[in-house]
Nanobody, 126 residues
Framework: EVQLVEFGGGSVQAGGSLRLSCEAS????????IAWFRQAPGKEREWVSC????????YYKRSVLGRFTISKDILRNTVYLQMNKLKPEDTGVYYC???????????????????WGKGTLVTVSS
């Protein structure tokens, strides 16, 4: 059974930083791209970033480019999302997802994944 567990959410002031972790089990880690999505109150879930299983490239939603960094630790079966210069509009529940699709698809609005984590709440105050 695939399990994805997110850690690291919390409350910060605008301009602050948080690092989210996604620990994966029950899957061959290198066979999946790992993506982060978020859902703000009253809004639909949106894609944020993706680490490709194929060429190890990182992909980002335009509004987080230059502020967020996704990375992968194969030995720990963990993907991280370092979030710097946080803004109130970054507030939401952040979900980790495992996907066999190409990361590039998320940049055009695709949201399909194979497995979801339960999410971790990030709150950024102004």
């Amino acid at each position: 059974e695939v399990q994805l567990v997110e850690f690291g959410g919390g409350s910060v002031q605008a301009g602050g930083s948080l690092r989210l972790s996604c620990e994966a089990s029950g899957l061959t880690f290198d066979d999946y791209s790992i993506a982060w999505f978020r859902q703000a109150p009253g809004k639909e879930r949106e894609w944020v970033s993706c680490f490709a299983s194929t060429d190890k490239s990182a992909y980002y939603k335009r509004s987080v480019l230059g502020r967020f960094t996704i990375s992968k630790d194969i030995l720990r079966n963990t993907v991280y999302l370092q979030m710097n210069k946080l803004k109130p509009e970054d507030t939401g529940v952040y979900y980790c997802a495992a996907a066999t699709t190409r990361c590039e698809r998320y940049m055009s609005g695709y949201t399909g994944v194979d497995s979801w984590g339960k999410g971790t709440l990030v709150t950024v105050s102004s």
